[in-house]
């Protein structure tokens, strides 16, 4: 069974950086982590694409409202997957999840099979 877990979440003011990890495991396939993406989640609000990898070839995409700000990195050798975020705004504070699946379109859940229990991150003004 793959296992993600999402660690680096926080508490910091309008301006600051955080890094997001998401460590996965239990897989036999590196197809089946082809795609490792972060969505996020505030309150009241549905959960939103951020940002997706492609691990074979270290490809990056990154929704519009981060894009800039974030940016996306993989360490082979552990199996991690990681998001830096600079330049936070209150905006930003949302649970994010991190997600794994074989492809599609990156965007988008059904492209994601596996599927991390999320941290938080709250950015104060």
């Known amino acids: 069974q793959v296992q993600l877990v999402e660690s680096g979440g926080g508490s910091v003011q309008a301006g600051g950086s955080l890094r997001l990890s998401c460590a996965a495991s239990?897989?036999?396939?590196?197809?089946?982590?082809?795609?490792m993406g972060w969505f996020r989640q505030a309150p009241g609000k549905e959960r939103d694409w951020v940002a997706t990898?492609?691990?074979?070839?270290?490809?990056?995409q990154y929704a519009d409202s981060v894009k800039g700000r974030f940016t996306l990195s993989q360490d082979n050798a552990k199996n991690t997957v990681y998001l830096q975020m600079n330049s936070l705004k209150p905006e930003d504070t949302a649970m994010y999840y991190c997600a794994a699946g074989p492809g599609g379109v990156w965007s988008r859940e059904p492209s994601y099979k596996y599927w991390g229990q999320g941290t938080q991150v709250t950015v104060s003004s």
């Open positions: 239990g897989y036999t396939s590196t197809s089946t982590t082809q795609l």
């Open positions: 990898i492609y691990t074979g070839g270290e490809l990056t």
